[in-house]
């Protein structure tokens, strides 16, 4: 069952769930996934779909794992910048504008992908399937916008 059939979606976008779930869930999954060589994450438990996203730091150069909730389209992922709703954008994003080559562990599987920040009616097609795993995303927007004028990024990670 998914966690968001069973919590309204505005208490999952909520600016206290939110300052708890940035500090436990990335954390968590990322502990549960490489113990168990990805298969078993806090997120999967809750019913959303988890990958791992290794950019390369745009200032250090050194690999940053990222746990991301993620729609399909074909054979791609999708991905949203909404950082819990932060006014920040996340480092990950920022380390795909400035290198596109990253890779997804899916399972336990790499898999080598190339970035692309998504615009216009492509990214409003992406946004309603990445809404259809994550409707909190809406609320990240609203708080978003209260604190910043940064718009959520969405990234299509293309196979190669």
Same mark, same amino acid.
């Given at each position: ?7 309204? *979606? &505005? ?26 060589? !990805?298969?078993?994450?806090? *997120?999967?438990? %809750? ?10 730091? /745009? /200032? *250090?150069?050194?690999?940053?794992? @990222?746990?991301? @909730?993620? %729609? ?18 996340? !480092? ?23 970035? &692309?920040?998504?615009? #216009?009616?492509? &990214?409003? %097609?992406? $946004? ?5 795993? $994550? ?11 209260? @604190?910043? #004028? ?11």
């Amino acid at each position: 069952m998914r966690l968001t059939r069973l919590v309204p *979606t &505005r208490l999952l976008g909520s600016s206290g769930f939110a300052a708890i779930g940035r500090r436990v869930f990335p954390r968590a999954d990322l502990l549960l996934q490489r113990l168990s060589r !990805g298969r078993v994450s806090l *997120t999967a438990a %809750a019913g959303m779909p988890l990958l791992l996203l290794e950019t390369v730091g /745009r /200032r *250090t150069g050194e690999a940053r794992i @990222t746990p991301l @909730t993620y %729609a399909t389209q074909g054979s791609d992922f999708l991905v949203a910048g909404s950082n819990w709703g932060q006014e920040r954008q996340p !480092g990950w994003a920022l380390n795909l504008l400035a290198k596109p080559e990253a890779v997804v562990d899916l399972h336990g599987s790499r898999i080598p992908v190339t970035s &692309r920040q998504l615009h #216009d009616a492509e &990214r409003a %097609a992406a $946004w309603s399937l990445l809404l259809e795993i $994550w409707p909190a995303y809406d609320q990240y927007v609203r708080r978003v916008h209260e @604190t910043s #004028d940064r718009e959520i990024m969405v990234f299509r990670l293309e196979r190669e």
